[in-house]
Every structure is written in C-alpha cells, then in structure tokens.
C-alpha cells in the first residue's frame, strides 16, 4: 500500500503561484509513475500532468502546458506540482496519484493509489 498526502494548496491571485507537493510514505516511490489530477465543482475529474518513474518522458495537459511544471524527488519520496501564471480556470482540488505500469498515465481510472486532495483557488 501507498499513502500518498498532498500539500501546499490555498488562496491565490491570478497570475500567482503555488507548489503542490505529493508525499508517499509505506512504500518508495521511485516504484511508481505518478499523476496530478484537478477537479473544479460540477466537472470531471482531469488529467494535469504526468511523469514516469525515473522522469524520462513526463506529460501536460495543453491548458497547463508552459505554465506548470511536475517533477519528483525519488530520495525524498515526494512528487511536485510548481504551477505559475494561474488563473482562475485553474481552481479545483488538486489530487496527486500514483500507478506500477508506465503507460496512459493521462488516464485516471489506471491509477492504483490516489491522495486525499488539496484546494486550490485563484481568485481573479
């Protein structure tokens, strides 16, 4: 089992910026590929960004694509989400995820381990 715990989400202007950071903690995580994942009220849950393994390939949505950056820090256990120039579209709960296989990590319902969520909100 993985339990993965976000942090860093709050209240934010337009045009700011927040780091989200994913902590796994009973297992390691370099074992996993690993996902952000938004959801904003009434709205599917959507895809964010993606990074496998040892970070050799890593995926955006094109609504964040030069905006946020994911990156991971296997020694530390811990997955980061930097997120710049936010706009008020970028308002959701923001979970991190965590799965063994390396591919369609776009995809959530591939995902084995999910966090609990963080909030962010930008207000215009």
């Known amino acids: 089992q993985v339990q993965l715990l976000e942090s860093g989400g709050g209240l934010v202007q337009a045009g700011g910026s927040l780091r989200l950071s994913c902590a796994a903690s009973g297992r390691t995580l370099s074992n996993y590929a690993m996902g952000w994942f938004r959801q904003a009220p009434g709205k599917e849950r959507e895809f964010v960004a993606g990074i496998t393994r040892s970070a050799g390939m890593i995926w955006y949505v094109d609504s964040v694509k030069g905006r946020f950056t994911i990156s991971r820090d296997n020694a530390k256990n811990t997955v980061y989400l930097q997120m710049n120039s936010l706009k008020s579209e970028d308002t959701a709960v923001y979970y991190c995820?965590?799965?063994?296989?390396?591919?369609?990590?776009?995809?959530?319902?591939?995902?084995?381990?999910w966090g609990q969520g963080t909030q962010v909100t930008v207000s215009s």
């Open positions: 995820a965590a799965k063994t296989a390396q591919l369609l990590l776009t995809t959530a319902s591939g995902y084995d381990y």
